[in-house]
């Protein structure tokens, strides 16, 4: 089993940023991938970014540019910082991880990040 745990959502105005941070705990020789979702009231839950062990990243359109997703794999922490934000980046953020070979999903209890105009 893989715990992970969040932190750094909040309120910002439109233009500001915030950093999220995602500690792992437990098994977590057997994760590759680690990354962000998020799920906004009425949507389905899409992936924000995440990056595999070796430091591939991947980024939903929308936020390219503005997003950077890094990973401290010596503290098993993976960081999403988040710059030039907008009102339509409001949303509650998922950390997730994914096990080596993609069998399992591993779940965050989720940070709320708004943005006001």
């Known amino acids: 089993q893989v715990q992970l745990v969040e932190s750094g959502g909040g309120l910002v105005q439109a233009g500001g940023s915030l950093r999220l941070s995602c500690a792992a705990s437990?098994?977590?020789?057997?994760?590759?991938?680690m990354g962000w979702y998020r799920q906004a009231p009425g949507k389905q839950r899409d992936l924000v970014a995440d990056?595999?062990?070796?430091?591939?990243?991947k980024y939903r359109d929308s936020v390219k540019g503005r997003f950077t997703i890094s990973r401290d794999n010596a503290k098993n922490t993976v960081y999403l910082q988040m710059n030039s934000l907008k009102p339509e980046d409001t949303a509650v953020y998922y950390c997730?991880?994914?096990?080596?070979?993609?069998?399992?999903?591993?779940w965050g209890q989720g940070t709320q990040v708004t943005v006001s105009s």
């Open positions: 997730n991880a994914k096990s080596i070979g993609g069998s399992r999903d591993y």
């Open positions: 437990g098994s977590i020789f057997s994760i590759n991938a």
């Open positions: 990056i595999t062990r070796g430091g591939s990243t």
